[in-house]
């Protein structure tokens, strides 16, 4: 059972509460008391992937830190919750931790995030940290106050690839074809604009409808493609890298700010140095995977020509601008002003 659960949190503060209207005995000591946490970190991956690397690796710095007194339950392949309901278990303190993907904000009311998604946007992950790492990076997570959460940093899955039961080289490949996509605005609008049907599902039912045919294709960078088994159940992986998958770590507000200053700073710091980990290895996990299918035999792995590559880049142009009518042009200014700092 977590020890530290939002019921507890509601009687610590009714006891604070009650202290602070002299309704009880000052008790000696109580303020530094460090009382035994559980921290619950939910996500939907499998554990040998970027992400679900990256939440072992805070689980040990944190226990290993605190002594075994702050406990982290990681629950991952989407054990406990999905992408339908994991930043909702979040806002109720359900859970205290989640990473979704950033393309995964904008249906909570955080349409900006979706900048990430946008098609041959980064050339590579140091144009990404430019975000990420920046200002910009600091603005968005701002906005996410508005939904009672806290932004605690971001990191990398690494660039997507497009994968079907034949390769998709080119715009008329993709034309008819149902494309499993995120519940992205901007993913969805990619696909429309390559002539595929966009079908928005969970990262949990994907293999299983790419196995009965529910959807042809979808898109995911190799580590996510080989640890879900997608090699299983698509013919073909073509190398397009046309757009980046990265994750933010959020926790629930008033979770956060009941944490004593100490035990905050150590989780942090914890975190902090989990993701620098997760951002040197991310590029290394997905070579591995990559090296993996190769073996498997399973797909054909198909690169792109730099010609090929810009057909399929002119064909999704539309797609920034409509994200700019939708969310404002101060957000690509943003944007423009971050991509164009010297490298961070
Ligand atoms: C997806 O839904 O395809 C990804 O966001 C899953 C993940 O969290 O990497």
Partial sequence: ????????????????????????????????TRAPITLRFSHVVTEDTPKGRAASRFKALVEARSGGRITVQVFPDGQLYGDHDEMQALQLGAVDMVAPSLSKFGRIGLPEFELFDLPFLFEDLSDVRRVTLGALGQRLFNGLKRQGLVGLGFFDNGFKQMSANRPLLAPADFVGLRMRVQASRVIADQMRALGARPVTLAFSETRRALATGVVDGTENPASNFWTQGMHQVQSDLSLTNHGYLGYAVVTNQRFWEHLQVGDRQLINQALQEALDDARQIADAQNNAALAALRQSNTTRIHSLSPSQRARLQQAVQPVHQALARRIGPDWFQALQDALAQPSA
């Fill in 1 to 32: 059972m977590p020890s530290f659960s939002y019921p507890l949190l509601a009687r610590r503060r009714h006891w604070l509460g009650a202290l602070a209207t002299g309704l009880l005995a000052p008790v000696a000591g109580l303020s530094n």
